[in-house]
């Protein structure tokens, strides 16, 4: 079964602070995906990557950098927290042959304020 | 650009009532068009998807149909539960090696028993 988890599950921030999300995945999967969830827009990619080392910008990924230091751990981090980033963030994971079957983690509330 | 239409935010249902998620989808390549189910508190999961080749996608009593003609992908049950209550969202995969998914803005199933 695959194995996704985030911390925190819940965070309240600053605007102005820092915040790293944190996902580890346990599927030796190669690829991961870090998402927010809004209502009316769906899920919206920010970041990605395929292997350790790697990051590539998704579709929205002002305001946010991304860190894979091991096959298992990707990491969203908020430099400079804003309002406009509170959110669900969810976090996934794929191989790299099945690419549409991607497997999510329980998601980060996060509130800026 | 790729893009995926669910007009419907929210459908309320009687159990045993027919189900029927609208989606549309435009892009320029051959697509794999999913769906995603998110129950409450979790993160989304694959529920099925369709590719050209087969042009049906069948699972847990659900089904969706992949019609060119009218770049449609229509999500349908014939007999709902209270248990399937959840937020249903549509999916493009866009045929890139990471696989990099382009998500609807979901459709959220209300089953009333």
């Known amino acids: 079964e695959a194995a996704v988890t985030q911390s925190p599950r819940n965070k309240v921030a600053v605007t102005g602070g820092k915040v790293t999300l944190s996902c580890n995945q346990t599927?030796?999967?190669?690829?991961m995906y870090w998402y927010r969830q809004d209502t009316g827009h769906g899920l919206r990619l920010i970041h990605y990557s395929y292997g350790a080392g790697s990051t590539e910008k998704g579709d929205i990924p002002d305001g946010y950098k991304a860190s894979r230091p091991s096959q298992e751990n990707f990491s969203l981090i908020l430099e400079l927290a804003t309002p406009s980033q509170t959110s669900v963030y969810f976090c996934?994971?794929?191989?790299?042959?099945?690419?549409?079957?991607?497997?999510f983690g329980p998601g980060t509330r996060l509130l800026v304020l | 650009g790729d893009s995926v239409t669910q007009k419907q935010g929210q459908v309320t249902l009687s159990e045993d009532d027919f189900l029927f998620i609208n989606c549309t989808y435009s892009t320029t390549t051959y697509p794999t068009l999913l769906w995603y189910v998110q129950y409450l508190g979790q993160g989304p999961q694959l529920l099925l998807k369709?590719?050209?080749?087969?042009n049906k996608g069948i699972s847990r009593g659900f089904e969706a149909t992949y019609d060119k003609g009218t770049t449609s992908f229509h999500l349908q049950k014939a007999s709902v539960q209270e248990s399937d209550s959840a937020v249903y969202f549509c999916a493009l995969e866009r045929g890139s090696a990471l696989g990099r998914l382009h998500f609807g803005a979901g459709t959220q199933l209300i089953v009333i028993p």
């Open positions: 369709v590719t050209t080749a087969n």
């Open positions: 996934a994971s794929g191989e790299q042959g099945a690419r549409d079957t991607q497997y």
């Open positions: 599927n030796n999967h190669n690829n």
